[in-house]
């Protein structure tokens, strides 16, 4: 067993998982957010709708509500607001801490990688307090699969059809959720190796695959 001398933990374990409807429900803070650039800017933007596709990076979201050249400044006012608005009101989602563990258990390191701009991903781990051992934030889909092959993951836990692709891309193991936007025989259809109703069935699953 190769071991990380820092940790104590075994090197060769490296578990990824999205955060935005894997890990934590950030909707109210998402949405309370998209309202306040709302009220901001004058510009209706339906906040519920914003929130039931999270996954694809912000600017993505933003260009469905503002033309091209305004997208920069609106992407820049929305991560001022985040600190304030998105931290608190999000929780982590069912059997979070439970699957982290697991991991950890194992001897394992937990990675999680997010379209979410790192620093505001750092708040919501440190607010929740979930135990992570690293984190990567401003990537997206196959950019996901670059970051799993750089930390030498060889699973990641996603919610969302970027996230499968993701690890495929990297060759990893795609666990998907049906927490996010996305039924199960969606997720199957992307190339989802292993599907769960949520994290409370995590541990299972990677107890019997490391037992495999």
């Known amino acids: 067993m190769a071991v990380d001398h820092a940790t104590g933990r075994d090197a060769g374990l490296v578990v990824g998982f999205d955060l935005d409807m894997t890990l934590i429900d950030s909707r109210p803070g998402i949405a309370a957010v998209w309202d306040a650039v709302a009220a901001e800017t004058g510009v209706p933007i339906d906040s519920a709708l914003a929130v039931s596709r999270l996954g694809p990076p912000l600017q993505i ?13 609106v992407v820049g006012r929305y991560r001022e607001l985040y600190p304030g608005l998105a931290i608190t009101p999000s929780r982590e989602l069912p059997g979070v801490d439970d699957a982290l563990a697991a991991v950890h258990k194992a001897g394992g390191k937990v990675l999680v990688i997010t379209a979410k701009n790192q620093p505001q991903a750092q708040l919501h781990v440190d607010h929740l307090g979930m135990d992570v051992d690293d984190l990567v934030g401003g990537v997206w889909a196959e950019e996901k699969g670059e970051v799993l092959r750089a930390h030498g993951a060889r699973i990641y836990v996603g919610d969302h059809l970027g ?47 490391l037992d495999a």
């Not at 979201?61 to 400044?73: K, L, S």
């Not at 990893?172 to 997720?187: C, H, K, M, R, S």
């Open 61 to 73: 979201e933003a260009a469905h509500w503002f033309p091209e050249d305004q997208v920069p400044g």
């Open 163 to 209: 996230d499968v692709r993701g690890a495929k891309a990297a060759g990893a193991i795609a666990v998907a959720v049906t927490t996010g936007p996305y039924a199960a025989e969606e997720l199957s259809a992307e190339g989802a190796d292993v599907v769960l109703t949520d994290l409370t069935e995590f541990p299972a699953w990677l107890a019997g695959h």
